[in-house]
């Protein structure tokens, strides 16, 4: 288990990098936590790695009243940390804390796991559930790639050529908003065998305005569910979020592996659904009354 | 003009002490610590981030060496299990706490899994404020990235405490 | 008075180098050896047409390649099968590079050996081997149904019928008041220990000797294993077992094809040559147990005491049997455990699979027996509705019953007399423990939090400490250090500490005088290995037995010295005075000088025992029957194994929205004999727990159709951290062994054993449902409750009559 052959370049700039990117199967080195296992599995062979831990300028997490842009080279850990970011979009942290360990997390970065598109990564479910975009740096110039046209399948984004994901952005919590995350997994740290992130809004007199949810380890590629019909209108303390749950487990299409089968993770989709709400839906009161 | 290499020269701290070494750049930060600088304390489980035996500490946070190529940590500084304990001035050693409380605790059979949680807990032990009581959720954390198929870990957990009680009293 | 270090919880010497990252395991030497890399089959079952190493040619770094082509004389011959046995009918093992045909994926074809491993992995990429593709054979089920064979000659896949019976037990079925009949499995999981295999080769040209360091458990037998095969004659191979990263078992196989092939390519190349094994490799071809299917029929009374017994069980054995039917024959012969049982039959058709080999892995065939017993214990309580504990107390072997013979022929094969034990006192203080009779109140807390909750038990009795033998030898130095070596190695499981205390304590020496060394050749060259619990009872009673050769030695000639009876003398702090009498002593030290007659005198402490200083001429210096210095070996062997036994119990909780399944209470109570270090004793007691709570809930070998392992990775492979072991609760009960000299009993393996069978009973216990496939995840436990099929047991209709489980 050693990786094959390749060539190394860390530029300081961003016109390098994608200079080299432009070479015949370069490929970009972040954290690294998911690559390097497949370099020493001799499953990814790149003939170069581009590596851009010395790039200035990615390694920042930015709280707006808008939302929080989060670097390229920003850790895991770091973001798990950011109490600005949580106080803005609080699924940061909470989905953040389900990756992995510490120390995968101090090495990790969050925009790589974006990038990585692993339907069992928290991230990508994060980025899609908060409406989020990446930006991506080519030689032509930067441009923003909303997470539908992202994501295209398990591990492929539809980004080509010499390019590099800068940052993502993940749009602020909505007012009267509360949102949850929660995954089971056979072991604690391990990929989820199903994780929900959720985010309710209520309107001005307390009722459920809005459901939706995202799920880890569940479809291909990140998808975000209008759960809003199950539960639109009633009181959020009293919402029958087991409706909502119910409806969930329709929506969605998992997978067996061998871990869970399809239908277990369905009834995960249910169960996970059901319980963040609860707490979500405690959020988005407290955060009306405030 | 950017430098595309397949070999090069790393400088780096280990321990306290700059070290070189020209590697091909997969050189792996396990296997340069091991094989090209000596330092066999770091073992190497999986080889690919699960098992937490080859955790070191980078710029003082743990990471997987088995994670990073040795190339990423030119001009930073590495700590691995030898590094854990402070000469005495007098030719000995001054074990970490953590590296005692192991042993009076039992805490480890075939060994091979022990630089590891060592370095990962002894990091975690000296981020916090020690006169605060160590929770059982922060216990859990600190051991709950490594693997060891020997302890069942029950003893590991008791030398964490022994090992921030020992702090504590410290100071 | 010298403290006595037996018995106390001693702190571990192998610590001080371990902690600060001085141990020394495999792949910390030599580091300027070439590097073994290997091409092993991607294909279950597979013919080899072709192999192309031309595209490897070029690679920088290469130095070279062996294929089977390149084996000679013995080294072309099949492995050995290690443990030969009259049942085992159609053994069949591998060869150290296929040859011809591959059995499991992982089997080596190609042994690549360069200037590092990297560049042994690149050269093993580049070569192309062309297969032809044979139908593929994976569980016990496909193989007992036969529509393919493993190996074209033994069309059934059958390699041994191991059958023991103890009286007729059709007609003794026939006349029970109740019988009962199911069918259970087991699956795969394997040792993992943290470090894998490994090997390092230096051939010396000029003295045309070998040194091989392995990380084995058995380094005596890889040395006469290597000199057999490469055709080395005994006394120029030496094989060393340095710190060893754990083992479990799959480190007492040998010889590895690596441990001959690097060795022989170090002689061929004139170059230290290491191989580490990978994870990978360690999955796929290493070695892995635990599957079975078992068939129990059993005979019982109004009062559930069982009448007889019939099992028959399908052991999946892999592809290959280099370690004999050990582990089938373990199975048959300990699954009677701690009871009378009046008649007994066991069958294990032991059959062939396309998947990597299965020779013992912590508990070897026992947590298997454990299961088909005690859940058999658990039916007849639940058809009887009799509480489990109950029915397991009315048939245990009373106390007053030992040495009880079961009337079975053991793995050793020598016969099962069980030596000692307290098997009520076991089940007393484990009820006690668990709390047993309060189960039903913590139901129904649990159920008022929307919990299933269930409790579960299990008995073992483990036979330890097998022979033939084993040696140990202890030499005092003019210097005062106390030399102690024995053959076999260690683990982890601190030899070098409570081989210490033994000899502490048998000499009289303080411990921080000994120095024990374990598994090197060239230190003992007799040895079996380290297996079956059996290092402290065989290498610790041959400790002993060498330590008082030294002391009665050391006696003889103090007492010379100090004109006085040996019988007046005592050695305390190294120190040989006469009792009672302070100030006429001499040092152990001095004696050890003064028992080497000598004529040079190379140092301070040798003038004493010079021609010229010693003065009686009517003797000669070393009396006839005598030997010059102050050191004995001694060997133990005993005339049959061990007994130890234990009880474990398990309370689970099980959300009911999600089935996961949460072991909120893990009690065990476990009686080794007397106890050299209890605090060792302990860390293995919790080592085995975590062990078996992962086969019951965690770990299993996920092979597809294709005979593909598709979990081969710590990702996927679910070996718990410390988040999934449950806190352990232990209490300890102590029947001296008395077969051998220090009353010990095994402790190695025991925690393991009663995992799977008191998990899955908890587990029946609070969902109502029949368990019999472990271990079980909580996906399966969805299935299993939403399957309109599924077996509810008695004790679910009874309680769901009376209303108190929703």
Known sequence: ?290 | MTNVDIERTVTVTVNGVPREATVPVRRLLSDALRHDLGLTGTHVGCEHGVCGACTVLVDGDPVRSCLMLAVQVDGRSVTTVEGLARDDNRGGQVLHPVQEAFRECHALQCGFCTPGFLITIAAGLEKRDNTVELTEEEVDDMVGGNLCRCTGYANIKKAVHHAAATMRDAG | MTTKLFGEPVRRREDARLIVGKGRYLDDIGHSALAAAFVRSPHAHARITDIDVEGALDVEGLVAIYTYEDLHGAMAEPLPVLIPHPQLTAARTGHPLANGEVNHVGEAVVMVVATDRYIAEDAAERIVVSYEELPVVVGVDAAREAAHAVHDEIPDNVGARHHQETGDVEPALAASPHTLSFTQYIERSASMPMEGKGVHARWDADDRSLRVYSSTQASTSVRAAIAAKLELSLEKVEVVAPDVGGGFGVKIVHPWPEELLVPMAAIALGQEVKWSEDRREHFISSAHERQQRQDVTVGYDDDGRITALDVHVWHDHGAYTPYGIIVPIITATQLVGPYVIPVYRVIVESVYTNTVIVTPYRGAGRPQACYAMERTMDRIADALDLDRAVVRERNLIQPSQFPYDQHLTFQDGRPVIYDSGDYPGLLDKLRALVDWSSVEDLRAQAAARGKLLGIGMALYVEGTGPGPYEGGHVQVLGSGKVLVATGLTSQGQGHETSFAQIVASELGVPIEDVEVTTGDTRRFPYAVGTFASRAAVMSGNAIALAARGVREKALRIAADVLEVDPGDLEIDEGLVQVKGVPGTSIPLRTVAVLSNPLRYAFDEAAKQATQFTTHDDTRPPVAEGDAPGLEHRDYYSPIRSTFASGAHAAVVEIDTQTWEIDVVKYAVVHDCGNVVNPMIVEGQVHGGVAQGVAGALYERMAYDKDGQLQNASFMDFLMPYASEVPDIDIDHQQTPSPLNPLGIKGAGEAGVIPGTAAIASAIEDAVGRRIAAMPISPTELYDLMRNDDTELTEAHRRRSGTGAMA
Not at chain 1, 32 to 39: A, E, I, T, V
Not at chain 1, 81 to 88: G, K, P, Y
Request: charged share 15%.
């Open chain 1, 1 to 290: 288990m050693k990786p094959a052959p390749f060539h190394y370049a860390d530029p300081g700039t961003l016109e390098e990098v994608l200079a080299v990117l432009g070479q015949e199967g370069a490929k970009v080195l972040a954290g690294g936590q998911s690559l390097l296992p497949l370099l020493s599995m001799r499953l990814a062979a790149p003939a170069t790695l581009v590596d851009i831990n010395k790039v200035p300028g990615l390694d920042a997490v930015e709280a707006t009243g808008d939302g929080v842009t989060v670097g390229a080279l920003v850790r895991h850990n770091a973001l798990l940390h950011d109490a600005a970011a949580a106080r803005v979009q609080p699924l940061l942290a909470r989905a953040t804390a389900n990756v992995a360990h510490p120390a995968i997390r101090n090495r990790g970065t969050t925009v790589g796991s974006i990038a990585h598109a692993d339907p069992s990564g928290e991230m990508t479910s994060v980025l899609a559930l908060t409406d989020g975009h990446v930006t991506v740096a080519m030689p032509s110039g930067r441009q923003t790639v909303g997470w539908r046209d992202f994501f295209v399948g398990p591990l492929e984004t539809s980004i080509s050529g010499p390019a590099v994901v800068t940052s993502a952005f993940f749009p602020a919590l909505p007012p009267r908003s509360g949102t949850a995350f929660a995954e089971i997994a056979r072991r604690k740290g391990d990929y989820a065998v199903c994780g929900a992130g959720v985010v309710v809004t209520l309107d001005a007199g307390g009722r459920v305005a809005s459901v939706r949810a995202a799920y880890v380890s569940v479809g291909l590629t990140p998808e975000v569910h209008d759960l809003t019909d199950a539960v639109i209108g009633q009181p959020a303390e009293s919402a029958d979020w087991a409706a909502a749950g119910a409806l969930a487990r329709t929506l969605v299409d998992p997978d067996t592996d061998i871990h869970a089968s399809a239908d277990y993770r369905r009834l995960l989709v249910g169960v996970l659904t059901e319980r963040t709400l609860v707490s979500a839906a405690a959020e988005a009161v407290g955060r009306t009354a405030a």
